[in-house]
């Protein structure tokens, strides 16, 4: 069974930093892509940003130029560095990977900025 394992959440003033870590267990193939959702109280869940087994990215205009996501696919293993953190990014980061028509979500790690 595929698990999805985040650390890494955190309470933190704004203009700090995070370093999100997700790590898969129980697989023994290599995911098409892994990346990070979060959702806030309120609101749906949206995409942060996702990496490619080929190293191909992408970002929510919303952190661009703070957030970086990097990956390790022999490991199964996604991070998200997030730098110049604002109160709005506030939520509930989940983890998730894909594989071909599957997608496997993490439980959610908290991230509070406060003022």
């Known amino acids: 069974q595929v698990q999805l394992v985040e650390s890494g959440g955190g309470l933190v003033q704004a203009g700090g930093s995070l370093r999100l870590s997700c790590a898969a267990s129980?697989?023994?193939?290599?995911?098409?892509?892994m990346g990070w959702f979060r959702q806030a109280p309120g609101k749906q869940r949206e995409l942060v940003a996702i990496?490619?087994?080929?190293?191909?990215?992408n970002y929510a205009d919303s952190v661009k130029g703070r957030f970086t996501v990097s990956g390790d696919n022999a490991k199964n293993t996604v991070y998200l560095q997030m730098n110049s953190l604002k109160r709005e990014d506030t939520a509930v980061y989940y983890c998730?990977?894909?594989?071909?028509?599957?997608?496997?979500w993490g439980q959610g790690t908290q991230v509070t900025v406060s003022s």
């Open positions: 998730r990977a894909d594989y071909y028509y599957t997608v496997y």
């Open positions: 129980g697989t023994i193939f290599e995911f098409n892509a």
């Open positions: 990496i490619t087994s080929s190293g191909i990215t």
